[in-house]
């Protein structure tokens, strides 16, 4: 059973930087899609970044500018780049990969801003 280990959540104060990386626990084949998603207390998951195998990029528009979605194909691993954090970017953030036959979820790791 693939799982996918998250890591690089935390707590930081408005204006900080946290980098989140996701890794499967072994090689997947045919990865065509990587995303992060967020949950917050009383909200619905939401997408926040993703990237296609080609490299295109989509991002929601309240971390446009601030977060960045790469990818390394070699070693199957996706990563959020964020800066200048927010109070409501507060959340849990979970990693998803997919492939033609499977749609992968991390565990979550959780993302605190505040003062």
């Known amino acids: 059973q693939v799982q996918l280990v998250e890591s690089g959540g935390g707590f930081v104060q408005p204006g900080g930087s946290l980098r989140l990386s996701c890794a499967p626990s072994?090689?997947?084949?045919?990865?065509?899609?990587m995303g992060w998603y967020r949950q917050a207390p009383g909200k619905q998951r939401e997408l926040v970044a993703s990237?296609?195998?080609?490299?295109?990029?989509n991002y929601v528009d309240s971390v446009k500018g601030r977060f960045t979605i790469s990818r390394d194909n070699a070693k199957n691993t996706v990563y959020l780049q964020m800066n200048s954090l927010k109070p409501d970017d507060t959340a849990v953030y979970y990693c998803?990969?997919?492939?033609?036959?499977?749609?992968?979820w991390g565990q979550g790791t959780q993302v605190t801003v505040s003062s």
């Open positions: 072994e090689t997947i084949f045919s990865i065509y899609y």
């Open positions: 990237i296609t195998k080609a490299g295109n990029t």
């Open positions: 998803n990969v997919r492939i033609p036959t499977n749609n992968y």
